[in-house]
């Protein structure tokens, strides 16, 4: 798995790196190098994340997206109808610039949107 650090206090960024670097399958690479994941600071919101407001509705389903869930599902687990939940579906696709359910959550793992 190729990780990025992006924490705002060097000091802990440093730690980070320095408990990662010793992870069996981690490739520590900057965050312009298109990482399978990135760590940040809880609360702090990336120029990417910034970039692409999603709605309280879309993270939920972002998240069972995550899980792997249908539409189906996702509509049964958020008490909406199946037209909604495709609805939503498709407007993460277009806001993350996915084309797919898979790349949409490795693009919103990516940029810090989703934590894995």
């Known amino acids: 798995m190729r990780l990025a650090v992006d924490v705002a206090d060097p000091a802990v960024a440093d730690r980070i790196a320095s408990v990662l670097a010793d992870a069996e399958e981690v490739e520590l690479v900057g965050k312009e190098d298109e990482p399978d994941a ?12 910034a970039s692409i407001a999603l709605t309280a509705r879309e993270l939920e389903v972002l998240a069972l997206l995550a899980e792997g869930a249908s539409n189906k599902l996702i509509a049964r687990r958020l008490g909406i109808s199946a037209h909604t939940a495709k609805y939503h579906v498709a407007s993460l696709l277009e806001k993350l610039d996915a084309v797919s359910r898979t790349d949409a959550v490795a693009h919103a793992a990516r940029i810090g949107v989703l934590h894995l």
């Not at 760590?39 to 120029?47: F, K, Q, R, S």
Request: aromatic letters at 0%.
């Open 38 to 49: 990135l760590v940040v600071a809880p609360g702090a919101a990336t120029e990417l994340q």
